[in-house]
T-cell receptor
Framework: EDKVVQSPLSLVVHEGDTVTLNCSYEVTNFRSLLWYKQEKKAPTFLFML????IEKKSGRLSSILDKKELFSILNITATQTGDSAVYLC?????????????FGKGTHLIIQP | DVKVTQSSRYLVKRTGEKVFLECVQD?????MFWYRQDPGLGLRLIYF???????EKGDIPEGYSVSREKKERFSLILESASTNQTSMYLCASSLGPAGVPQQETQYFGPGTRLLVL
């Protein structure tokens, strides 16, 4: 059974801090790892990672994948209150591209002013 | 931009009622998915479809059925709603087909928060 585990489950930091969110996975026929940000509504897509060691960056957010150790991290620098959200990590199920995603339970990030 | 819409943001139904949740995507995506999201359990896959009239069970299909008569529309049906189906329901779509990572990225609708009394 495919598995995605995120840590920590929740995190409270102050504005301006840097945070690192963790995601480990055990997925048959691994193809990619996806990061989403979920505020009060639908998850919005952040990154897709397929190759080890190549950092994906978008503004203050960056992410990297380690296929040997089977994990990914999402970094947020100079955090702002608008970064408060649940961050989800997911991977396509091992059975083939039309299958769903296996999600981690998410990291609930709270940025205090 | 991919747009996935769901027919209702909030829905209140009574136990035993038949409930239809509708999802429409406007990007000609092959694959569509229904998830439910519950505190402490995360997102769990209910059903998915990779083509018109095709459907596959996900991890928790019991108590649900689906219909995909047109490519852009994927409906989730609760045949006889029960209180344990109170949840947030999320629809998603992806370009498809199998094995191409860029085409597997799923885009989500805004969600329907269903309360069954």
């Amino acid at each position: 059974e495919d598995k995605v585990v995120q840590s920590p489950l929740s995190l409270v930091v102050h504005e301006g801090d840097t945070v690192t969110l963790n995601c480990s996975y055990e997925v048959t026929n691994f193809r990619s790892l996806l990061w989403y940000k979920q505020e009060k509504k639908a998850p919005t897509f952040l990154f897709m990672l397929t190759s080890s060691g190549i950092e994906k960056k978008s503004g203050r957010l960056s992410s990297i994948l380690d296929k040997k150790e089977l994990f990914s991290i999402l970094n947020i620098t100079a955090t702002q209150t608008g970064d408060s959200a649940v961050y989800l990590c997911a991977s396509p199920n091992g059975g083939g591209g039309a299958d769903g995603l296996t999600f981690g339970k998410g990291t609930h990030l709270i940025i205090q002013p | 931009d991919v747009k996935v819409t769901q027919s209702s943001r909030y829905l209140v139904k009574r136990t035993g009622e038949k409930v239809f949740l509708e999802c429409v995507q406007d990007m000609d995506h092959e694959n569509m998915f229904w998830y439910r999201q519950d505190p402490g359990l995360g997102l769990r896959l209910i059903y998915f479809s990779y083509d018109v009239k095709m459907k596959e069970k996900g991890d928790i299909p019991e108590g649900y059925s689906v219909s995909r008569e047109k490519k852009e529309r994927f409906s989730l049906i609760l045949e006889s709603a029960s209180t344990n189906q109170t949840s947030m329901y999320l629809c998603a779509s992806s370009l498809g087909p199998a094995g191409v990572p860029q085409q597997e990225t799923q885009y989500f609708g805004p969600g329907t928060r269903l309360l069954v009394l």
